[in-house]
């Protein structure tokens, strides 16, 4: 949106002005970056240039310049940033053109926050929740759904403002602590047509499990609409796909089947804060004409060494004995994935902490909690002993590449669990605990090539089991997963976890 459409568009609606002037008000603090970094501890030796990098861009960037695409179409979709929704168009020899974009207040990743907070879920990155539930429902709300959000003959899509309240300045948003907050976005007319909304730990029926069923088709067919638009005007058929709505790993995983772009790359931190990498990306192209490697592997965080985990058990060795629990370490990653492997057979619940920690929110085996997925009982064994999360929600396979056709009706790479894919049907009772109820799996692929020692433990299990699927969950009880092996050591001794893994020692809860 051009800034004269900005002002078009304010003028036109005096509602956002109170909206605008708090857009200011945050344009005015990043204004001021300089001068809060200057205020750090050597902050006054900074020589640094500053490059504002648009949104969108950024994402865009996050996508295409870590793939291993040389052109390709590229394709944002979020709640906003700097006044748009959704930014689409080319990548060609490291060149991003946008081709359009959706400006405020029109956003497919708003309707889909407004849906979850009508569906009683109201923190900020709650979505997943409503992903989860929508298999349980059946989409009977699509002509009230397509009422609400409808696409238009561009490709693109529009919200019908009667039914929300973001564009008015009546529903309250923004940053506390760190943490975005918002009111409800979801006018009375909203509720006219759908009803009353569900409170925050009211019983789910199953009304709500049909909205977010309908909400779920209504977000894919928005998608695939535009994505068929896109390809309609080029021959390019490689995807590269950012934005906090990349993360809907249910509709990424229907892309390939129900448009024509086959090769999809999705960042590891699909969301904002693959901004800042995309962010960089982007300004490196710009000077220097060079792109940034292929991110195949998302373990970039932190790393803890032996020696810092031995002195740390070191500290904790009374505590570890009072509870009767035994230290192991082994000598070789082939022993070391034989033994729990053994574990994981004999039912044990394992903290995998291995190596750098994964950028981006999920757990890809460096920061894991791993169970046995073939056991029927392996949800409320992770509930009861770790988890207690809400039933619906689905737990995640992690599988060697070279065996998904034998058991997903795709053959394709994922390695940061972005899709969720069906299972074949002859294998589903022979892996219930990561078999979604539609019979779906959100699969990582794992390969020795980027993810070694993670791919010998699957492979070690899968020899024993002829299953090389590890269920895999991220090391987390409700708090942020761990990143240092201080939170891995306290998450196992507050849980009932059997057994812990740091590196190459093996913690042991001798029950
Ligand atoms: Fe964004």
Redesign the pocket.
Known sequence: MSKADRIRYLLKTPSAWKLALSKLRVQKQRASILEILSRLPGGDQLRAEFYPVE??I??LASAYHFSDFQDSVVL?V????DFSSAAWGEALNGEIHIQRKVPFPHSL?LFYETVTQFIGFPHYGDEYKVMGLASYGKPIYLNEMREIAYTENDGGYKLNMRYFLHQTGKAKYGIDKGIPRSENFFSEEWTKLLGKHRAPGEELTQRHKDIAASAQAIYEENLFHLLNKIAANTSIRNLSFA??CAMNSVANGKIAENTPFKSIYIPPAA??AG?SVGAAAFTHWQKTKLRCKPMNNASLGYQATDIEIKELLNQYSDKLETQGITIKIYENEHQLCNAVSDEIIRGSVVGWYQGRMEWGPRALGARSILCDPRRADAKDLLNGKIKRRESFRPFAPSICRENVHEWFEADTDVPFMMQVLPIREEKRTEVPAITHVDGSGRLQTVTAQHNSIYYKLIRAFGDKTGVPILLNTSFNENEPIVCKPQEAIECFLRTNMDVLVLNNIVVQRNT
């Open positions: 949104h969108h950024a994402h944002s979020d709640g906003f940033g990743g934005g906090g969301g904002d901004g």
